[in-house]
């Protein structure tokens, strides 16, 4: 018989943090905490393959599943003291998910599972406390007709609200005994209206009901979006985790609250956290109480009447502390912990890697270790290299002037600007038209998670530094400032009033998620230095890694900032780039509608000192590292002038009739310019092209070697070949120019000259196209679309459809193809290898700085990666740790 139910208490476990695939993150967790003997509610883990079962079969159970469930749940209560269903003392559980990776917020939980309208009496009598009692039971029909019932929760909020005023109370503590048994009534009369039935009262329906509905929340939309933003595959699926209840809300004497071992912004070594008093977990972590902090420093540095858990109950938080520095040891790495104090008695709930910025993440591997924790293979492992973009966010300069409207919490750090939002819908919609949002909210909701990717930055009202945006955010690298408490919200009117102050919708303002601050319009920003445990981590990354990592670039602003982000040369200069300035376009255009080669040197020969000062500039910053220089490849059409008065620039320039140069540029026009005119093609028909840039790189050289002191290391390549004959013709020019700017300086250039590979039928002849090459560079852009046949430029109204359906695992553009396009690339290394054992490989896509695809080219043995100058320290550590994977996959 299959093993379907894993149970767990302090203790004993049948279950290891080992099982993670089987029982989930949160199942396999629980299990190991009451391995080593910490005070864990006891439980059960309904596995990850009972999901699979799930939807597989039309979201039905396995038959002998029900068995394994009573029994487990017998078993809780045996452990416990007192049954599930019974009517006399009755067990409560919890029903929560747990994915194999984290999924703060995404999917459905239900708490305080077996109370109806006789078991609320009975839980009142066995606590005493009769208040207490009914808050639960009006908490559960809230939140089972929610997530089972599918009753809209501002039903409940308007319900209790209203109870509220009527009252004259404002919070809802303030409500008696009597209060919460009306609002549980009114609560139930919405079940009824709303879902046509009462709600239940068999715990039995009520358990089942709930079981089906978190399994069914792993394809909420909520949790599909979050998957697709952290490649989350589908087929993981979710465990359900079962547990007795315990209650952080019977009094002053309880409490229940979220830790980190160490801060998750900023990676320092602090006990960091929130607690509520006489309140539930969700209370935390939905934000919408502002809880108080765990740690006396932290109380201090928030000021005001803050009151930590170590000033309230001293000897609860001694406990917890010692717990959370023994999670830390035994998982290696820093534990986010949610905890309740009942009655004086704590119990852990869950221990997970806590979520953390870039910033937090580089410290703690550092630090870590530093301490013995863990290696520095680990160290390089343990960082996610996409987030290193975080760094790249910008902060507020120090000395720009700031109207601070509002002071929050610092949840997440860096700092945006934008037009303020208050849906997340619509801050997608003008997301996606290239406007910049900060998205603000009384408190976020996992709904909201669309809106949140898509905004620059959030704000909340409400909430602490474990609140749902808060948590969300930093995993993100969102700049976000919660709880800032003295704006008032206002939906309808879709504006926030602050201090008498009213911005509405549109309006801009800036946000410091590092200080907390709410600022006035747009404020002047500044880049972070990546340097401390940045500079730490990426020396040893670099000392890890095999494959080589250059930057794309083709301005003196890209090449400087290449260098400063670590990269070991220039892998892509475009030249074309260069050419859409002023007089330039105008001297181009010249050449291409000459009539002659006479017409066409006379054009080039304004753009021979242009080229030379930029090829230059280049190698003087880039002192001795390899510089690849892509000969002109523009679709023909971009040079050709649009408009009357660019045409009529162009016939005054080179003093011909604007009728004979229209004919002209309408003989050069193109249906698909894509795979038209361009690349090699131009020197082809144009060979003076090849002429000039190669006399502009040869002449720069000599002059930047002889300012600097260093080599230069030239690497020409021809874009767009398909067969050797093509190469071997640039070739020959490149070799007669050199010659010639040897007999003119006396002094022989040194180059190697290659191609791009960016067509199907250039990586088929590799191996041919080889003898006649010094290196390759793999165009994975073009080739993607020559391979795939989509075009780039057209795809967004599609391409997200195929991924979403299955159809491609991801965006080819973004992460390669391994199965189709990086075949090819897999095929034109060993081809070309075979037909120059000495050729350099490296690849100048966008893919270079993606870290899947560079794990797939480290794989495939290619030299170097080549990638935009910020995502260099990206590629640098994916590349480090691709070397370490294929190390570890060697050695099995």
């Given amino acids: 018989m299959t093993k379907w139910v894993y149970s767990f208490s302090a203790g004993r476990s049948e279950g290891s943090a080992s099982m993670r695939e089987l029982l989930g993150g949160k199942g396999a967790n629980l299990a190991e905490m009451a391995a080593i003997g910490l005070p864990v509610p006891p439980g059960f883990t309904i596995t990850t393959d009972v999901c699979a079962y799930f939807y597989a079969n039309g979201k039905t159970f396995p038959p002998d599943l029900a068995e394994q469930v009573d029994a487990a749940l017998a078993e809780v209560g045996r452990i416990a003291g007192h049954a599930y269903s019974d009517a006399q003392w009755p067990l409560l559980v919890s029903v929560r998910s747990g994915a194999r990776a984290s999924m703060p917020g995404m999917m459905d939980t239900v708490l305080n599972l077996g109370l109806n309208d006789e078991t609320v009496e009975a839980l009142a009598r066995n606590s005493g406390d009769d208040r207490f009692a009914w808050d639960c039971y009006r908490r559960f029909i809230e939140m089972y007709s929610s997530v089972v019932l599918g009753v809209a929760h501002h039903e409940f909020e308007e319900a209790l609200e209203r109870h509220k005023e009527s009252r004259g109370f404002a919070l809802d503590t303030q409500l008696t005994a009597d209060d919460w048994r009306k609002v549980a009534a009114e609560y139930k009369s919405i079940v009824e209206q709303a879902a046509l039935s009462g709600f239940p009262q068999d715990p039995r329906e009520q358990l089942w009901g709930a079981i089906k509905a978190v399994f069914s929340s792993w394809m909420n939309h909520r949790a599909i979006v979050y998957r697709g933003l952290h490649n989350i595959p589908e087929s993981w699926g979710t465990a359900v985790n079962i547990q007795a209840m315990v209650f952080g809300n019977m009094g002053a004497d309880s409490a229940t609250g979220v830790a980190f071992t160490r801060n998750p912004s900023t990676g320092v070594r602090e006990l960091y956290g929130e607690y509520l008093v006489n309140a539930q977990g969700e209370d935390v972590v939905a934000g919408i ?49 949610e905890f309740t104090v009942e009655r004086g008695r704590l119990w852990m709930l869950q221990t997970r890697a806590g979520k953390r910025t870039a910033r937090a993440a580089l410290k703690l591997a550092v630090d870590m270790a530093r301490e013995g924790l863990i290696d520095k293979k680990e160290a390089i492992a343990r960082v996610e290299p996409q987030s290193l973009e975080q760094l790249l966010h910008p902060t507020i300069d120090p000395a720009a002037k700031r109207d601070i409207l509002a002071t929050g919490l610092p949840a997440s750090p860096g700092a945006a600007f934008g037009e303020i939002v208050f849906d997340a819908e619509e801050a997608q919609a003008l997301a996606a038209n290239g406007r910049k949002i900060i998205l603000v909210r009384i408190e976020t909701s996992p709904e909201d998670i669309g809106g949140m990717h898509a905004a620059e930055g959030i704000l909340t009202a409400r909430g602490g530094m474990t609140s749902h945006a808060a948590v969300v955010a930093r995993g993100m690298g969102k700049p976000c400032v919660t709880g800032a408490g003295a704006m008032r919200v206002d939906y309808e009117d879709q504006s926030f009033t602050v201090a008498g102050r009213r911005f509405g919708k549109g309006e801009r303002i800036t946000i410091d998620g590092s200080a907390g601050q709410v600022i006035a319009g747009e404020v002047k920003m500044q880049r972070p230095e990546l340097t401390g445990e940045f500079a730490v981590l990426m020396n040893w990354a670099d000392e890890t890694r095999r494959l080589k990592v250059r930057a794309n670039a083709e301005t003196p602003a890209d090449a400087r900032a ?81 408009s009357e008065s660019e045409l009529q620039a162009v016939a005054r320039a080179m003093g011909a009739d604007p009728a004979k140069l229209r004919r002209r540029a309408a003989q050069l026009s193109e249906f698909n310019p894509m795979l038209g005119f361009r690349g090699v093609r131009l020197a082809v028909i144009f060979p003076e092209i090849v002429d000039m840039q190669a006399r502009a790189i040869f002449e720069a050289a000599i002059e930047a070697s002889l300012s600097t002191g260093a080599p230069v290391d030239i690497e020409i390549m021809a874009p767009l070949v398909f067969a050797r004959a093509e190469l071997d013709l640039v070739k020959a020019r490149v070799e007669e120019m050199a010659k010639l700017v040897e007999r003119e300086t006396g002094i022989a250039p040194r180059y190697h000259l290659g191609t791009m590979i960016e067509l199907p039928r250039a990586a088929l002849r590799a191996d041919e196209i080889a003898r006649s090459a010094d290196f390759f560079s793999f165009g994975t852009n073009d080739l993607t679309q020559t391979t795939l046949g989509i075009s780039r430029d057209d795809a967004a109204s599609f391409l997200n459809a195929y991924v979403e359906k299955g159809l491609l695992p991801a965006d080819p553009f973004v992460t390669i193809d391994q199965e189709g396009v990086g075949e090819l690339v897999a095929l034109g290394v060993k081809r070309a290898r075979a037909g120059n054992p000495a050729i350099t490989l490296g690849v100048c896509g966008e893919h270079g700085g993606d870290p899947a695809s560079v794990a797939f080219f480290e794989k495939i043995g290619l030299d170097y990666v080549s990638c935009s100058p910020f995502r260099v320290p990206i590629a640098r550590l994916a590349a480090a740790q691709a070397t370490l994977s294929e190390k570890a996959v060697s050695t099995d």
Avoid: C, N, W
């Fill in 289 to 337: 109480r502002t809880p108080q902090p765990i740690a006396q420093a932290a109380s201090h540095a928030a000021g005001g009447d803050k009151i930590s858990l170590e000033a309230a109950m001293p000897k609860i938080f001694a406990q917890f502390k010692e717990y959370a520095e023994k999670l830390e040891r035994h998982f290696r790495d820093m534990q986010d912990m």
């Fill in 562 to 642: 290449a260098r400063r982000f670590g990269a070991e040369g220039i892998g892509l200069a475009r030249t074309e780039h260069m050419f859409f300035e002023g007089e330039r376009i105008v001297a181009v255009r010249e050449m291409i509608l000459a009539d002659d080669a006479q017409g066409r040197r006379a054009a080039l020969a304004k753009l021979l000192p242009m080229q030379r000062e930029d090829f230059k500039q280049l190698f003087e910053i880039m002192s001795g590292l390899p510089v690849t220089i892509r000969l002109l490849d523009p679709p023909l059409h971009e040079f050709l002038p649009h």
